[in-house]
């Protein structure tokens, strides 16, 4: 059964820990994850961005693949279905396909657009039982080549949405997507614990979770984060392990080829990094 993802964090907020979200993108990475938050009983949230619901057919598609999956895995541990950077068209798609949580990223409106969407959508996740993820300040990355620093929120503007009822709220503190800037100057702690002071026991969620130091991420977590975005990370670890098998030529021995032994290797890497952050964010044992 799929949870909303707010005891899961308010929880999390309490206990001084995270719990990760890990973007999906196919049944490979779906089953690997379900299967490693399982064997480390730990509560776990599934990010599909709208590109990859598209990808995966539609996010019907997606929700009947995971709650299928939840069901024949005999997965027990809390599991929320959650849209990532969700349109404002985007949230009611998912809504209606049956995700338990969505983001509405309305980081781009004017603050009172912002403010009278992100409204509207609290009343509706609140009818539903789903959580709601809101963003204030753009969180960067790589676009058109170009590497942005990575903003920080207002934490005034970060109170006034936290105020509206959303569930979770991810705000910019220098975090960007993707790859890390060799020149990254870091997280700002400064604008985090001004932010954690307005917002008071309001769950934050840290968007862009690869490549920031280990100690940082826990230092995050020590000031409020509990909700932690994978996506990149997953990536590279599938791509380099599957590139491996391909070079060693492995898929040219007797059936390599079977898409079932040449995806494997890219399962295990999978499992072995939501292993490791689960590790790093505290939320193994905590289903
Ligand atoms: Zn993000």
């Known amino acids: ?52 619901g598209k990808y995966m057919c539609g996010f019907k598609t997606v929700t009947d693949m995971v709650k299928a999956m939840i069901d024949e895995l005999k997965i027990t541990v809390p599991v929320a279905l959650h849209l990532d950077h969700g349109t404002y068209e985007g949230c009611y798609r998912c809504i ?15 603050i009172a657009e912002n403010v009278e969407k992100t409204k509207e959508l609290v009343r509706v996740c609140a009818e539903k039982g789903l959580s709601l993820e809101a963003e204030v300040g753009a969180i960067g990355g790589e676009e058109d080549g170009v590497i942005g620093m990575g903003e920080c929120a207002d934490p005034n503007e970060c109170k006034q949405i936290a105020d509206l009822g959303v569930t979770m709220l991810a705000a910019g ?5 993707g790859k890390y800037p060799a020149n990254w100057p870091g997280l700002s702690f ?39 975005n994978v996506n990149t990370e997953c990536q590279l670890a599938f791509a380099a392990a599957v590139r491996k098998y391909v070079e060693e030529g492995k898929d040219l021995q007797g059936k390599g080829f079977d898409p079932r032994k040449l995806l494997a290797p890219g399962v295990e890497a999978i499992k072995a990094t939501v292993r490791e952050k689960m590790e790093l964010f505290g939320s193994i044992g905590k289903a």
């Not at 503190?173 to 997507?177: L, M, P, T």
């Open 190 to 228: 400064e604008t985090l614990a001004a932010i954690s002071e307005k917002v008071g026991k309001m769950p934050l969620v840290l968007h862009g979770g690869t490549g920031i130091p280990a100690d940082m991420i826990r230092k995050a977590i020590s000031l409020g984060v509990s909700k932690i």
């Open 96 to 110: 209606e396909a049956g995700f338990s949580s969505i983001m509405f990223d309305g980081s781009h409106y004017p």
């Open 173 to 177: 503190i220098g975090n960007i997507h």
């Open 1 to 52: 059964m799929l949870v909303s993802a707010k005891e899961m964090l308010v929880k999390a907020k309490a206990g001084h820990y995270a719990v990760g979200q890990f973007n999906i993108n196919n049944l490979e990475w779906t089953k690997a994850i379900l299967q490693t938050a399982q064997e480390l009983n730990s509560p776990v949230i599934l990010g599909v961005s709208e590109g990859a």
